[in-house]
């Protein structure tokens, strides 16, 4: 039975209200039902995704992440370009050195997902997001430089000081220049 409509949209109403117990019927169909649940994971681990990203979406200039259709598109553009820039010199073998090196910083990363309670840095931010906080994190430890002077603060800060006070032997952390410390502050 029909919980009754407390709309004026009866025609509606009536379709939506159908709808939802058809769903919740599919539920019950095993092979239904399975296809339905993994199919409302994979939209959650979408959406779980996409609020990590942060506000723009994929492709989006300011996104780190390129759209897939757009990266299938230009497939050959991309992946069959010259791997040299005249008069620079890329070090390549070196980048790709360097990158195996933050690979093995991983493991220690000391950073969680989400913001603890007392807790400084978060990887799950807008604004200085998984990315940003990792690759911040990795360079530290490789420069192990010994003092740091930030222009601005905000969560880059809170990453340094969260990774300072983690780790002996890290730099200190110059107060940060901000012409607006309380609209930086995470």
């Known amino acids: 039975m029909l919980a009754p409509c407390r709309c004026n949209l009866v025609g509606g109403c009536v379709r939506t209200h159908?709808?939802?117990?058809?769903?919740?019927l599919?539920?019950?169909v095993p092979v239904v039902g399975r296809l339905l649940e993994e199919r409302d994971s994979l939209l959650a681990d979408r959406d779980?995704?996409?609020?990590?990203?942060?506000q723009?979406?994929?492709?989006?200039?300011?996104?780190?992440?390129?759209?897939?259709?757009?990266?299938?598109?230009?497939?050959?553009?991309?992946?069959?370009a010259t791997r040299t820039l005249p008069g620079i010199d890329l070090r390549e073998e070196a980048q790709?050195?360097?990158?195996?090196?933050?690979a093995g910083y991983y493991q220690d990363l000391p950073f969680p997902e989400d913001r603890p309670p007392g807790g400084r840095y978060h990887l799950n931010n807008t604004v200085f997001a998984y990315a940003d906080?990792?690759?911040?994190?990795?360079?530290?430890?490789?420069?192990?430089?010994?003092?740091?002077i930030e222009i601005g603060s905000g969560y880059s800060s809170a990453a340094m000081l969260t990774r300072a006070s983690d780790f002996s032997g890290m730099?200190?952390?110059?107060?940060?220049?901000?012409?607006s410390p309380s609209a930086c502050t995470p």
Not at 48 to 54: I, N, Y
Request: positive net charge; charged residues 20%; contains cysteine.
């Open 133 to 148: 906080g990792i690759t911040l994190y990795c360079l530290m430890r490789h420069a192990r430089p010994r003092r740091i």
């Open 26 to 28: 599919a539920f019950h």
């Open 48 to 54: 779980k995704l996409h609020r990590a990203l942060g």
């Open 96 to 102: 790709l050195a360097l990158l195996d090196e933050f």
């Open 171 to 179: 730099p200190s952390i110059s107060p940060s220049l901000t012409p």
């Open 56 to 80: 723009y979406p994929l492709g989006h200039y300011h996104s780190p992440i390129a759209a897939r259709e757009e990266v299938q598109r230009d497939a050959a553009r991309l992946w069959n």
């Open 18 to 24: 159908i709808r939802t117990v058809i769903k919740n």
